[in-house]
């Protein structure tokens, strides 16, 4: 078993690897672009750019962070920031769904194209290279995660999902404090795609453990708020108030079955189905709150009021 879990915290580490020179990439082609966008601030373009953003970084958290240090030197108003927050949990999703795509001969192709296209001199084609190539490396860390499902027993894998213990509750906390720990989402959400690909776990556990992992996603926007401005601090808030009450509204069994249902019926891969439990729920959610917005931040303001310098 210690063996098993040495192997996990080995291929995150790579995962992480290749999201970072992904981000390297993508940041390097495009970041003199973002700085010359001056957006209208309103919320629909909140939820487009969190979504766009979202999708370029390859993380909620990097996007979120990145509009809170954004928001300690400009002001914008709270609709925007919360429709920014709607479209990154929105946006996180397309890294998920690279999952699905992911086939071994894609991984060779990418990474012996990524690494060519490294070693040639010119800037543009030397980040078109890092991406292809994080890519590849993404690929193989999810080979990885995929391999580690044949190294568990399986009588074990069936007396954990058995387990008097394996409630609702259990389950999303057990995601909370691993996405915690591991400081994404995204990867925890790659490896309930590697289990549920041998359908050793069933799609209403992982539900379950997805509604807690995106309440651990949070804990990395926190800190990035703590000691910024006030406008930061909220937003921050704004987004653990978010995924905690769309976890209590998606908790209860008769919202969590019609989306597991919904994805069974979408798609009759497991890991294409873990992807529309995570795109349909972020859905569900954005709607109500972008419905619901002016009495949430009404809510949110008289909680965590400014406090007099």
Same mark, same amino acid.
Not at 21 to 28: E, S
Not at 123 to 133: A, K, N, V
Not at 154 to 167: A, K, L, W
Not at 265 to 294: D, R, T
């Given at each position: 078993?210690?063996?098993?879990?040495?192997?996990?915290?080995?291929?995150?580490?790579?995962? $992480?690897?290749?999201?970072?020179?992904?981000?390297?990439?993508?940041?390097?082609?495009?970041?003199?672009?973002?700085?010359?966008?001056?957006?209208?601030?309103?919320?629909?373009?909140?939820?487009?750019?969190?979504?766009?953003?979202?999708?370029?970084?390859?993380?909620?958290?990097?996007?979120?962070?990145?509009?809170?240090? $954004?928001?300690?030197?400009?002001?914008?108003?709270?609709?925007?920031?919360?429709?920014?927050?709607?479209?990154?949990?929105?946006?996180?999703?397309?890294?998920?769904?690279?999952?699905?795509?992911?086939?071994?001969?894609?991984?060779?192709?990418?990474? /012996?194209?990524?690494?060519?296209?490294? =070693?040639?001199?010119?800037?543009?084609?030397? =980040?078109?290279?890092?991406?292809?190539?994080?890519?590849?490396?993404?690929?193989?860390?999810?080979?990885?995660?995929?391999?580690?499902?044949?190294?568990?027993?399986?009588?074990?894998?069936?007396? !954990?999902?058995?387990?008097?213990?394996?409630?609702?509750?259990?389950?999303?906390?057990?995601?909370?404090?691993?996405?915690?720990?591991?400081?994404?989402?995204? /990867?925890?959400?790659?490896? =309930?795609?590697?289990?549920?690909?041998?359908?050793?776990?069933?799609?209403?556990?992982?539900?379950?453990?997805?509604?807690?992992?995106?309440?651990?996603?949070?804990?990395?926007?926190?800190?990035?708020?703590?000691?910024?401005?006030?406008?930061?601090? !909220?937003?921050?808030?704004?987004?653990?108030?978010?995924?905690? =009450?769309?976890?209590?509204?998606?908790?209860?069994?008769?919202?969590?079955?019609?989306? /597991?249902?919904?994805?069974?019926?979408?798609?009759?891969?497991?890991?294409?189905?873990?992807?529309? !439990?995570?795109?349909?729920?972020?859905?569900?959610?954005?709607?109500?709150?972008?419905?619901?917005?002016?009495?949430? !931040?009404?809510?949110?303001?008289?909680?965590?009021?400014?406090?007099?310098?």
């Amino acid at each position: 078993m210690y063996h098993v879990i040495m192997t996990i915290f080995l291929y995150i580490g790579i995962f $992480f690897f290749g999201i970072t020179l992904m981000r390297l990439g993508i940041k390097g082609l495009t970041f003199n672009h973002l700085e010359k966008i001056t957006p209208n601030l309103s919320p629909i373009n909140g939820l487009l750019l969190g979504l766009f953003m979202t999708m370029i970084l390859q993380s909620s958290s990097a996007s979120i962070a990145l509009l809170i240090t $954004f928001l300690a030197t400009i002001k914008v108003s709270l609709p925007f920031a919360i429709s920014f927050l709607i479209g990154a949990n929105i946006g996180t999703t397309f890294t998920a769904q690279l999952f699905v795509w992911n086939e071994i001969h894609l991984m060779f192709l990418f990474l /012996v194209t990524g690494f060519l296209m490294i =070693l040639i001199s010119h800037h543009r084609i030397l =980040l078109i290279g890092l991406i292809i190539f994080g890519l590849g490396v993404i690929f193989s860390a999810l080979n990885g995660f995929e391999s580690l499902v044949h190294m568990i027993p399986t009588e074990r894998i069936q007396y !954990i999902v058995g387990s008097d213990y394996n409630t609702p509750f259990a389950l999303s906390v057990f995601g909370m404090i691993f996405t915690m720990i591991i400081q994404s989402s995204t /990867v925890a959400t790659g490896m =309930l795609m590697s289990f549920s690909h041998e359908g050793t776990i069933p799609l209403i556990q992982v539900y379950y453990v997805l509604l807690g992992a995106n309440i651990g996603t949070c804990f990395t926007v926190y800190l990035v708020s703590l000691r910024q401005p006030y406008e930061a601090r !909220i937003t921050a808030y704004a987004h653990i108030w978010m995924n905690v =009450l769309g976890a209590i509204i998606a908790f209860p069994l008769l919202v969590g079955q019609p989306l /597991v249902e919904i994805a069974q019926w979408l798609s009759n891969i497991p890991e294409q189905q873990v992807v529309w !439990i995570a795109v349909s729920y972020n859905i569900l959610v954005g709607i109500i709150f972008f419905v619901f917005m002016k009495p949430f !931040i009404k809510i949110l303001t008289v909680i965590h009021r400014q406090r007099a310098n």
